[in-house]
Structure formats: structure tokens, C-alpha cells
């Protein structure tokens, strides 16, 4: 069992930075993967970055070169720093992860269908 909670959101205007945290516990020892979503009313839940092992593996296009993606091991904390944020980043975040302890890093992506435990979530809204 793995929980997730995440924090950090709010309200940013456009061009300002947010950086969202998430706290994972429970049985984290074989967790390799884990990922950020952002889902808006009326969209589909999306994937915006993910790691493994530590190591960035993906990013939505649109948040390529604005977000970046990162994991304390120590703090058992990932970080999701958002720069340059866009009205079009107004979401709420999840945080996710990959319990499936024979995955690699060809798993973690974008697809929602990957992860098994999810957060509660964390609103982002960001005004022109």
C-alpha cells in the first residue's frame, strides 16, 4: 500500500512559477515509477511528467522546457517545478504511481492505465 498526497497548488498569473510536492509512504521500497496528470472539466485526465528511478522519462509536449520533474529520495518527495505558467496549465494535479514491481523505464509515460495508486489532488489555476 502506497499513499500519496500532494501539495503546493494555487493561484499563479501567467508567467509566475508554482513548484508542487508529493509525499509518498507505505511501501515505497519497490515503487520505481511515479508520475504528475492534470486533469481541467470536461478533459481527459493527462499525463504532464514522469520519472524513474529518479530520472525524468517524459513530458507532455506542452510543458516541455517550462516544467521539470524531480524526486528526493530522502524526503520521499517528487517535485513538479512549473515556470513560465500558462492559463492553459489550470488543472488539478494529481500525483501517481507505479506499483507493478517489474515495470521499467518503458512504462513510465503519459498513460493513466500505468499507475495504480493516485493522490488527491492539488488545484493550479492560472489567470491572464
Known amino acids: 500500500q502506497v499513499r500519496l498526497v500532494e501539495s503546493g497548488g494555487g493561484s499563479a498569473q501567467a508567467g509566475g512559477r508554482l513548484r508542487l510536492s508529493c509525499v509518498r509512504s507505505?511501501?515505497?521500497?519497490?515503487?520505481?515509477?511515479m508520475a504528475w496528470f492534470r486533469q481541467s472539466p470536461g478533459k481527459e485526465r493527462e499525463g504532464v511528467a514522469a520519472?524513474?528511478?529518479?530520472?525524468?522519462?517524459y513530458f507532455h509536449d506542452s510543458v516541455r522546457g517550462r516544467f521539470t520533474v524531480s524526486l528526493d529520495v530522502y524526503r520521499n518527495t517528487m517535485y513538479l517545478e512549473m515556470n513560465d505558467l500558462k492559463p492553459e496549465d489550470t488543472a488539478m494535479y494529481y500525483c501517481?504511481?507505479?506499483?507493478?514491481?517489474?515495470?521499467?523505464?518503458?512504462?513510465?509515460?503519459?498513460?493513466?492505465?500505468?499507475?495504480?495508486?493516485w493522490g488527491q489532488g492539488t488545484q493550479v489555476t492560472v489567470s491572464a
Open positions: 501517481a504511481a507505479d506499483l507493478w514491481p517489474y515495470g521499467g523505464a518503458w512504462r513510465c509515460g503519459g498513460n493513466v492505465d500505468t499507475y495504480d495508486s
Open positions: 520519472l524513474y528511478g529518479g530520472t525524468p522519462q
Open positions: 507505505g511501501d515505497t521500497s519497490s515503487v520505481n515509477c
